[in-house]
Antibody, heavy 119, light 110 residues
Framework: QVQLQESGPGLLKPSETLSLTCTVS????????WSWVRQPAGKGPEWIGR???????NYNTSLKSQITMSVDTSKNQFSLRLTSVTAADTAVYYC?????????????WGKGITVTVSS | EIVLTQSPGTLSLSPGERATLSCRSS???????LAWYQQKPGQAPRLLIY???SRATGIPDRFSGSGSGTDFTLTISRLEPEDFAVYYC???????????FGGGTKVEIK
């Protein structure tokens, strides 16, 4: 059974760079899309972007200038880098697996990591 | 950019009742790319329905999805206590590749 686990700092100051890693266990990272989704308290989810196991990426256009995603297949991990964070980036950040064969949906999710941006 | 509008915002029902949740898209969406998720407090979203009408693995048959084009519906035939939660629809668009979520419908106990 595939499981995902987010890791990274829970508290950042404005203008700092957020770096999160998602570790995939119980299965291979190959041949899937891997997404980051965030959710501010009391609001709906927002898709940040996705990376394929080959390294190809697609980003939310509203965040594109701030985002870099990468994948390390040898470690079964993928990562998110979000630059110049502000209070508006405070949210629970989830990683999720995307199934893309004939459909597109996210069928496996991590538990989420709370990220707070505050001075 | 496709916008998904979910209604109602909150649905107050009793266990055993039928719940009907709506998701409307600002543009036509391929049914293959429409999914529904359930989220309980403190938990990640859980996939319920993909391809507009296919239940995900382990999802009870009281959950069903329907619709096409710009109008999609999630129906819970008889609410169980564990079904009270927030439900989100999500669509995938391929040009350019992007995912969007609806604003959610909260199903609460009346």
């Amino acid at each position: 059974q595939v499981q995902l686990q987010e890791s990274g700092p829970g508290l950042l100051k404005p203008s700092e760079t957020l770096s999160l890693t998602c570790t995939v266990s119980g299965g291979s990272i190959s041949n899937f899309y891997w997404s980051w989704v965030r959710q501010p308290a009391g609001k709906g989810p927002e898709w940040i972007g996705r990376i394929y196991s080959s390294g190809s990426t697609n980003y939310n256009t509203s965040l594109k200038s701030q985002i870099t995603m990468s994948v390390d297949t040898s470690k079964n991990q993928f990562s998110l880098r979000l630059t110049s964070v502000t209070a508006a980036d405070t949210a629970v950040y989830y990683c999720a697996r995307g199934y893309s064969y004939g459909y597109y949906y996210m069928d496996v999710w991590g538990k989420g990591i709370t990220v707070t941006v505050s001075s | 950019e496709i916008v998904l509008t979910q209604s109602p915002g909150t649905l107050s029902l009793s266990p055993g009742e039928r719940a009907t949740l709506s998701c409307r898209s600002s543009q036509s969406v391929s049914s293959s790319y429409l999914a529904w998720y359930q989220q309980k407090p403190g938990q990640a979203p859980r996939l319920l329905i993909y391809g507009a009408s296919s239940r995900a693995t382990g999802i009870p048959d009281r959950f069903s999805g329907s619709g096409s084009g710009t109008d999609f519906t999630l129906t819970i035939s008889r609410l169980e206590p564990e079904d009270f939660a927030v439900y989100y629809c999500q669509q995938y668009g391929s040009s350019p590749p992007a995912l969007t979520f609806g604003g959610g419908t909260k199903v609460e106990i009346k």
